[in-house]
C-alpha cells in the first residue's frame, strides 16, 4: 500500500515538474477571488451601525489588520501578472492566501471589539 501510495506521489511530482507556466498561472486567480472576498465581507461590516460605535484606536487597529490584507492582495496579483516563472506564480498564491489571512483576522478582530 505505501509504495503504491509512494509511487504515485513520485509520478504527480514528475508531472508537476513538467506542466506548462500557464497551468500554475490558472490557479492564482481563484485565491485572489477568495481573498478579495474576505476583504469586501469586512468592508461591508465595517460599513454597519455598531463600527459606527467604536471607539477610534479600536477601528484603526481593525484598519491596519485590513490594509495588510489589501497590500498582499495587491502583490500577488503583480507577481501574477508579470511572473518571471513558476516562482512567481507559487508567490501569488502564497501572497493572496496570507491576504485572505489578514482579512480574517481583521473579521475576527472587529467583531470581538463590536462586543466590548
Same mark, same amino acid.
Given at each position: 500500500?505505501?509504495? +503504491?501510495?509512494?509511487?504515485?506521489?513520485?509520478?504527480?511530482?514528475?508531472?508537476?515538474?513538467?506542466?506548462?507556466?500557464?497551468? *500554475?498561472?490558472?490557479?492564482?486567480? +481563484?485565491?485572489?477571488?477568495? @481573498?478579495?472576498?474576505?476583504?469586501?465581507?469586512?468592508?461591508?461590516?465595517?460599513?454597519?451601525?455598531?463600527?459606527?460605535?467604536?471607539?477610534? @484606536?479600536?477601528?484603526? *487597529?481593525?484598519?491596519?489588520?485590513?490594509?495588510?490584507?489589501?497590500?498582499?492582495? #495587491?502583490?500577488?496579483?503583480?507577481?501574477?501578472? +508579470?511572473?518571471?516563472?513558476?516562482?512567481?506564480?507559487?508567490?501569488?498564491? @502564497?501572497?493572496?492566501?496570507?491576504?485572505?489571512?489578514? #482579512?480574517? @483576522?481583521?473579521?475576527?478582530?472587529?467583531?470581538?471589539?463590536?462586543?466590548?
Amino acid at each position: 500500500m505505501r509504495i +503504491k501510495w509512494f509511487i504515485g506521489a513520485v509520478s504527480l511530482a514528475v508531472a508537476l515538474q513538467f506542466m506548462p507556466q500557464g497551468a *500554475q498561472a490558472f490557479e492564482c486567480p +481563484k485565491h485572489f477571488t477568495t @481573498a478579495q472576498a474576505a476583504i469586501d465581507k469586512v468592508l461591508g461590516d465595517m460599513k454597519g451601525g455598531m463600527s459606527k460605535m467604536m471607539a477610534k @484606536a479600536d477601528m484603526a *487597529q481593525v484598519h491596519m489588520l485590513l490594509d495588510d490584507a489589501k497590500m498582499l492582495l #495587491a502583490g500577488a496579483k503583480h507577481n501574477h501578472e +508579470k511572473p518571471q516563472g513558476r516562482l512567481d506564480h507559487a508567490r501569488a498564491i @502564497a501572497k493572496a492566501d496570507a491576504a485572505r489571512g489578514y #482579512a480574517v @483576522a481583521s473579521d475576527m478582530l472587529h467583531f470581538k471589539l463590536m462586543k466590548k
